[in-house]
Structures are given as structure tokens and as C-alpha cells.
């Protein structure tokens, strides 16, 4: 298995600001993905945290709002910029390992005021 | 469209019941895998099992079990005996091998209340 640790684990913002969520995986792994989860939703999929390289964003999410960064395969970052109320979510960071199972991080509760 | 369909929004049951999850997906990969998720109260997301799409075979772990049914695109999750500790959201999940290996597709899920 692998352990994920988020920091912060929730914050509360002012609109127009931007806060990073870090992400850190106990093990290295080959994928890193962010997913976001609005209140009293699913989760939906922001984007592939590609290590070396741009990420890969779905459809519907763009890199100048949501900028993702993979130094190495143990970490990854997300920023949420020029926050609203509407980004008030769950973020949550999830890796695949080599077994087969993805697991996630324990979730960034993020509150926009 | 949406792949993964969880019908049930809610389903309340008295502690000892057992209760079953319904999930419906639809792909048109011959290789994909299906995933359960359990998301308690605190928020955090715990992985219960993945599967295959070549691996029809039921599966059992504790009180949990699998039905999987490729004919009827479906893989439905009992938990048998529910416990006041099984309140929570139980998410099903697809990934498919068109896409890249973890980006998975949730259902709405379903929030499971267990009374004592």
C-alpha cells in the first residue's frame, strides 16, 4: 500500500487569493492524480500530475487556474488560484502503485469566503 | 454521459442488516477495472477492492462481498452484518484502458446509515 499525506488538511480563504496543496506519497510511484470534490458530490478528476513534464487536465479544468507541479515521484503540488466561492471543495491526491490499487490522500478541505 | 451509475442515493438499515450496493457501468473498453471506495464521515477515502474486467469471479473479504456481472455490466458490493462503523459513502469507480491507468470515473455514490 501507500500512505499519502496532504498539507494543509483545510484552510480557509479570502476570495481572489491562491493556495498550494501539497502532496506526498511515502513510496514512489509512477502516477499522480488531483481530483476535486464539491459539497455533497462525487469526486470529479482535475488533471494527471506528469513527473518532469506539464500536467494533463480534463476537461472543463485549465492549467492557469489550477497549476500542477511532479518534481520528483514522491511529490506533487496543486494550486488553486484567483480563488471563489465555487472552489470551495474537497481536493484530494491519489497515486497508483504498482499493485494495482489507488489509494488518496486524506483530502485538503478548502473553504472560500 | 455518465459511466458509473449509482441509483441508490441513500439507504438506511438497522444495525445486523445487510445491505447491497447496486453499480452500473458502461464502456466500450474490453479491458477496464472497477473500484469500490468507502469515504466515512471524517472525508478521507479507503480503498476496499479493485477488479478486473477479465475477472468475473465473486469475491469475498470479511463481511464484505462482490458480485460482478459483466453480461449486465454491473458490480454490486453487500455488506453482510452492517455495523454502526459502515455509515458512510461508498463510491464506485471505472477506469478504463483507453484512458490512462488510475484515472477513474465515480458514481454519485451512495451514503449507507446504519442505526444501532
Known amino acids: 500500500s501507500a500512505v499519502i499525506s496532504q498539507k494543509p488538511s483545510r484552510d480557509i480563504c479570502q476570495r481572489g487569493t491562491s493556495l498550494t496543496i501539497q502532496c506526498q506519497v511515502d513510496?514512489?510511484?509512477?502516477?499522480m492524480f488531483w481530483y476535486r470534490q464539491q459539497p455533497g458530490q462525487s469526486l470529479t478528476l482535475i488533471a494527471t500530475?506528469?513527473?518532469?513534464?506539464?500536467?494533463?487536465?480534463e476537461s472543463g479544468f485549465v492549467i492557469d487556474k489550477f497549476p500542477i507541479s511532479r518534481p520528483n515521484l514522491t511529490f506533487s503540488t496543486l494550486t488553486v488560484s484567483n480563488m471563489s466561492p465555487e472552489d470551495s471543495s474537497i481536493y484530494l491526491c491519489?497515486?497508483?502503485?504498482?499493485?494495482?490499487?489507488?489509494?488518496f490522500g486524506e483530502g485538503s478541505r478548502l473553504t472560500v469566503l | 454521459a455518465q459511466k458509473v451509475t449509482q441509483a441508490q442515493t441513500e439507504i438506511s438499515v438497522v444495525e445486523k442488516e445487510d445491505v447491497t450496493l447496486d453499480c452500473v457501468y458502461e464502456?466500450?473498453?474490453?479491458?477496464?477495472?472497477l473500484f469500490w471506495y468507502k469515504q466515512p464521515p471524517s472525508g478521507e477515502l479507503v480503498f476496499l477492492i479493485r477488479?478486473?474486467?477479465?475477472?468475473?469471479q465473486n469475491e469475498i473479504s470479511g463481511r464484505y462481498s462482490w458480485n460482478f456481472q459483466k453480461s449486465t455490466s454491473s458490480f454490486n458490493f453487500t455488506i453482510t452484518a452492517s455495523q454502526v462503523v459502515d455509515s458512510a459513502v461508498y463510491f464506485c469507480?471505472?477506469?478504463?484502458?483507453?484512458?490512462?491507468?488510475?484515472?477513474?470515473?465515480f458514481g454519485a455514490g451512495t451514503q449507507v446509515v446504519v442505526t444501532p
Open positions: 491519489s497515486a497508483a502503485v504498482g499493485t494495482g490499487e489507488l489509494f
Open positions: 477488479r478486473n474486467s477479465f475477472d468475473e
Open positions: 464502456t466500450r473498453d474490453t479491458t477496464y477495472y
Open positions: 469507480a471505472l477506469s478504463e484502458l483507453a484512458d490512462s491507468w488510475g484515472k477513474l470515473q
Open positions: 500530475a506528469n513527473q518532469g513534464s506539464e500536467a494533463t487536465y
Open positions: 513510496s514512489q510511484v509512477t502516477m
